[in-house]
Structures are given as C-alpha cells and as structure tokens.
C-alpha cells in the first residue's frame, strides 16, 4: 500500500514537472498553466518548511 502512494506521489511530481518546463515554452493550454503554478507555488511552500527547520535545528545547539 506504501509503495503505491509513493509511486502516486511520484507520478505526481514528474507531471508536475513537466507541465512546469511545457508552461516556460510558452505553448502550454491552460491547465497546463495552473498546474505548473500550483506545482511552483508547493515547491516554494516546501523550501520555507526546509529553510526554516534547518534554521531551528542550527540555533538549538548545545553549548
């Protein structure tokens, strides 16, 4: 069952990506589009989560 949510999840991504690279062509339909941003905008969400928990997990330290 945990291998096939993470194929999914993989699936996902990959699609995801390709529709990034389609939109920055410039030929991409619509949802195309709207899939890339949403694609952009969970990329960004991730980046914060990992900047921020490497941030407390480098001013935690111990003395």
Request: hydrophobic share 50%.
């Amino acid at each position: 069952m945990l291998v096939l949510v993470l194929s999914v999840v993989v699936l996902l991504v990959i699609g995801g990506c390709v529709c990034v690279f389609w939109a920055a062509r410039g030929d991409a339909p619509r949802w195309a589009r709207g899939v890339a941003k949403v694609t952009l905008l969970g990329s960004e969400l991730a980046r914060s989560a990992s900047r921020k928990s490497s941030s407390s997990q480098s001013g935690s330290g111990d003395d």
